[in-house]
């Protein structure tokens, strides 16, 4: 037993060690601030995915301490363009719901929509769905957008009321909004619902092109 409880330390040691050099890689990448993807020039994602992986695959979830969490999220948030950690970690279904709950407490809005984004594509426990609602509430815009587009598929009896909740708030820019509600064209598509025709009837050309477009794609089939 003690000899497993080393192994898993050194294993989570050897990946905190790669995001602490990606962390040093952060800060005096003088471009960050000004290029949107500055991440992607780090050089050596490749041994951050193997050590990541490596825990996720050989290490006891129930020993992992609340800063080996913290840095977890934390370089999911930072590989938010590639996605490839978040993908990595959808395979192991108690991680995710760990990582994923963990992730609601703490101001990484970039690993947040991805957790949004993928929590429809896990077979999670229901009480991992409902963090679907959190995310749904979140003031990050992009976050409640990805949390929407899951909605259908985990909670397709709650699309109609946050349906409504998007449609009318207004605390974002004007293409923001234009955003918030392609994705509730979308949503109510998705399950067929009968108010779809009361929101494509209150578009007008003032809400945006992209929008209007969907407008009448939709109108073609409803």
């Not at 951050?48 to 609340?66: A, D, G, Q, R, S």
């Not at 429809?120 to 957008?145: G, H, M, W």
């Not at 109510?188 to 009361?198: G, Q």
């Amino acid at each position: 037993m003690k000899l497993k409880y080393k192994r898993d330390n050194y294993k989570i040691k050897k990946l905190l060690i790669e995001i602490k050099r990606f962390k040093k890689f952060a800060k005096f990448i003088y471009y960050k601030k000004s290029d949107y993807g500055w991440e992607n020039y780090y050089k050596y994602w490749d041994n951050i995915f193997f050590n990541f992986e490596y825990v996720l695959k050989y290490c006891n979830i129930n020993k992992v301490t609340k800063n080996t969490l913290r840095n977890m999220i934390y370089i999911i948030a930072r590989n938010h363009e590639m996605e490839y950690l978040i993908k990595i970690l959808i395979k192991y279904k108690d991680w995710f719901e760990l990582l994923c709950e963990y992730s609601i407490n703490i101001y990484e809005f970039e690993a947040k929509w991805q957790f949004a984004k993928y929590l429809s594509k896990v077979d999670i426990s229901k009480e991992c769905k409902k963090l679907i609602l959190c995310f749904l509430n979140s003031k990050e815009e992009y976050v409640c957008r990805m949390a929407m587009i899951s909605l259908p598929k985990i909670f397709p009896d709650k699309v109609e009321y946050y349906a409504d909740l998007f449609w009318h708030r207004n605390i974002y820019n004007n293409s923001l909004i234009e955003y918030q509600k392609i994705v509730v064209l979308n949503a109510l598509e998705k399950i067929n619902s009968s108010k779809l025709d009361y929101y494509l009837k209150n578009i007008s050309d003032n809400d945006g092109v992209y929008l209007n477009d969907l407008a009448k794609s939709l109108n073609r089939f409803f």
